[in-house]
């Protein structure tokens, strides 16, 4: 069973960059595409940027140019990089991880088999 724990969110201004972390436990492999989602009070949860096995990226166009996906295979540790943050990216901040996703292009919430518990990013002045 894959364990995702994420890290990094807090409270910053507009303008500002935060930088969050998820560390996968109970692995022997990096062979899972990852990705991070969030969800805003009221809304549904969206996919904000992913990364597969070949270091390929996907960004929602939301937050291109501003937001920057990596891993660290040899710390089993995915980073998300946000910069120039909005009040709009407020929201909590998932970290999901499954072996078919990158590899089937099927993005969505509901392809990804395992899950973080989330950390909270609140952008406001």
């Known amino acids: 069973q894959v364990q995702l724990v994420e890290s990094g969110g807090g409270s910053v201004q507009p303008g500002g960059s935060l930088r969050l972390s998820c560390e996968r436990s109970?692995?022997?492999?990096?062979?899972?595409?990852m990705g991070w989602f969030r969800q805003a009070p009221g809304k549904e949860r969206e996919g904000v940027a992913f990364i597969g096995t070949d270091g390929r990226t996907t960004y929602a166009d939301s937050v291109k140019g501003r937001f920057a996906i990596s891993k660290d295979n040899a710390k089993h540790t995915l980073i998300l990089q946000m910069t120039r943050l909005k009040v709009v990216d407020s929201g909590m901040y998932y970290c999901?991880?499954?072996?078919?996703?990158?590899?089937?292009?099927?993005?969505?919430?509901?392809?990804?088999?395992?899950w973080g518990q989330g950390t909270q990013v609140t952008v406001s002045s």
């Open positions: 999901a991880a499954d072996v078919w996703a990158c590899l089937l292009g099927d993005l969505s919430e509901g392809r990804f088999q395992y």
């Open positions: 109970r692995v022997t492999t990096n062979n899972y595409c």
